[in-house]
């Protein structure tokens, strides 16, 4: 089997370190999305303004990287219903779990947290019995 | 009013402005914007904002896509050493703020729920919170019913948390401590 290094995966997920590095090393936030959302939800004073200030640049990435011919893909032959009820688990078990992909795979797996490695491994585990039972159903 | 008065009240505001964006502030909007334009870039070039090759990472009975694995490990392999040989020698930020880690190293069921629960979630659709952020400048409604349903689930999960809304089998939450976010 042939296999090729993604590179342009390899070198996008080396910016999510560095930006989270930045912002830790800079202001001591963590880079973790849900907990920058939720946070502004529940808002404690001189929380906000960082997090609305990441949100922006997040945001607006897709101007600095549309002219090197990165753009962001068509999603719209998803189905509205299935994504709203994921969006509903997704919202709800990230702050339940207080993180997601962002907070506990890159900041607190990088920082060797227990309770990070843990989340990491059951949303991973959860994430591909998921997919798993959508192949078996064939709704892939 | 008077000329004075009216540039009185000015400087007021001057000053009030200047006490209000201390240093620690002004970093954090700085650095916050940088960050964030890093991370969304980041996000796009790894290709974590397509759906279907998130699912293809998932898929690994199936036609089986690794690429993403090395979107982890490329965060991580830049992470972790600025993490262990700088950030952690510190006291505190460059900012002057302190680090907002937690300290709680419990592992309960509240943190195994909520990751399993965000797991199907993640397998169902194929988004997660970083790409559908940086995907709403795509103009998309399905972005955009996905970050609304989830700042709903949002609402509800910090609501249970703190004791205030029960779950249908759960109820309400039983030991409620403060919400910690992080």
């Not at chain 1, 990435?61 to 969006?87: H, K």
């Not at chain 2, 940086?134 to 972005?143: Q, R």
Request: proline share 3%; with cysteine.
């Amino acid at each position: 089997m042939e296999f090729t290094i993604p590179w342009a995966s390899l070198f996008g997920g080396m910016l999510l370190g560095l930006s989270a590095a930045l912002l830790m090393l800079f202001s001591g936030k963590i880079a973790g999305i849900s907990g920058t959302i939720g946070g502004l939800l529940n808002p404690k004073k001189n929380e906000s303004s960082w997090r609305a200030a990441f949100l922006t640049g997040m945001i607006l990435s897709v101007i600095i990287v549309t002219p090197f011919g990165f753009i962001l893909p068509d999603v719209s032959d998803n189905n509205i219903i299935l994504v709203s009820v994921a969006g509903l688990l997704v919202g709800f078990g990230t702050r339940l779990g207080n993180g997601c992909t962002s907070g506990h795979g890159i900041i607190g797996m990088g920082r060797f947290s227990k309770r990070s490695i843990i989340a990491t491994c059951a949303f991973m585990a959860a994430a591909i019995i998921v997919v798993l039972i959508r192949r078996l159903l064939g709704v892939l | 009013m008077s000329q004075n008065t009216i540039r009185e009240n000015k400087e007021s505001q001057i000053t009030m402005f200047k006490s209000r964006m201390t240093k620690s502030k002004v970093i954090g909007i700085f650095i916050g914007l940088i960050s964030g334009l890093l991370f969304g870039s980041g996000m796009i070039i790894s290709g974590m904002v397509n759906p279907d090759k998130v699912i293809a990472f998932l898929d690994i009975t199936g036609n089986w896509d690794p690429s993403l694995a090395f979107v982890m490990g490329g965060a991580l392999a830049v992470f972790s050493p600025i993490y262990h040989f700088f950030i952690k020698k510190r006291k505190h930020a460059i900012s002057g703020d302190k680090f907002s880690w937690t300290s709680n190293t419990t592992i309960d069921g509240t943190l195994i729920s909520g990751a399993v629960i965000f797991g199907i979630g993640w397998g169902l659709a194929g988004f997660c919170p970083g790409p559908v952020v940086t995907s709403l400048g795509g103009g998309s409604n399905i972005i955009l019913a996905f970050i609304l349903s989830m700042i709903v689930g949002m609402v509800h999960a910090n609501q249970y948390l703190a004791g205030r809304f029960p779950l249908p089998i759960v109820g309400y939450r039983k030991n409620v401590c403060a919400v910690e976010s992080t």
